[in-house]
């Protein structure tokens, strides 16, 4: 079965960090690029952040960059995504999910192949 774990959300302050874990399996973790996304409430899920496990190579929405890194660790079909001065604008359910990496840059909902479930995460001011 084809599953992508979500972990690490949380509450946590302005100005605070958290690290968000996607584990994945049941299928070829190098045949796809892995994104997260947000829904914030009342808001579309929107791409966040991808990575090609091929290559390292990386996209970012411009108003996490410089404060999110992704990376992976491809020997455990693992994705991070290392969150740092967060601000309540980053507050959404989290979700992390494969694609062809053609669509890494643009990150487009529908070309989503598989999800992972959500994770909360929650910065007060």
């Known amino acids: 079965d084809v599953q992508l774990q979500a972990s690490g959300g949380g509450l946590v302050q302005a100005g605070g960090s958290l690290r968000l874990s996607c584990a994945a399996s049941?299928?070829?973790?190098?045949?796809?690029?892995i994104g997260w996304f947000r829904q914030a409430p009342g808001k579309e899920r929107e791409g966040v952040t991808s990575i090609d496990s091929r290559d390292g190579s990386t996209y970012y929405r411009n108003s996490v960059k410089g404060r999110f890194t992704i990376s992976s660790d491809n020997a455990k079909n693992t994705v991070y995504l290392q969150m740092n001065s967060l601000t309540p604008e980053d507050t959404a359910v989290y979700y992390c999910g494969a694609l062809r990496a053609r669509y890494r840059l643009t990150l487009p909902i529908t070309r989503v192949d598989y999800w992972g479930k959500g994770t909360q995460v929650t910065v007060s001011s």
């Open positions: 049941g299928f070829v973790f190098d045949d796809y690029a």
